[in-house]
Nanobody, 120 residues
Framework: QVQLVESGGGLVQPGGSLRLSCAAS????????MGWYRQAPGKRRELVAS???????NYADSVKGRFTISRDNAKNMVYLQMNSLKPEDTAVYYC??????????????WGQGTQVTVSS
């Protein structure tokens, strides 16, 4: 069974910071690059950052220089440090493998996500 549990979202003012955490089951974490995705209302889910098992990272242009993705291989955890947040960063944030796993063993792989709202 796959498990992805995101946490750390909330309401923050523009310019503020948040740190998201994701606990991933070992069957996803150990063989994949991991990514953070987001989906804003009325928009498609998009990949914002990814990190390989060795620690190489990639970022969407919209978050480059503001967001930092990291992973703790010993704890099967993935993190997203978000600084200088903007209203357009408002979305539900999810973690998953990169590329994402939609179904695993007959179960829907995506977690419930964590809401990030950037507003004054």
């Amino acid at each position: 069974q796959v498990q992805l549990v995101e946490s750390g979202g909330g309401l923050v003012q523009p310019g503020g910071s948040l740190r998201l955490s994701c606990a991933a089951s070992e069957n996803i974490f150990e063989i994949n690059a991991m990514g953070w995705y987001r989906q804003a209302p009325g928009k498609r889910r998009e990949l914002v950052a990814s990190v390989t098992e060795s620690g190489s990272t990639n970022y969407a242009d919209s978050v480059k220089g503001r967001f930092t993705i990291s992973r703790d291989n010993a704890k099967n955890m993935v993190y997203l440090q978000m600084n200088s947040l903007k209203p357009e960063d408002t979305a539900v944030y999810y973690c998953n493998a990169d590329p994402p796993i939609e179904w695993y063993g007959g179960n829907y792989a995506w977690g419930q996500g964590t809401q990030v709202t950037v507003s004054s």
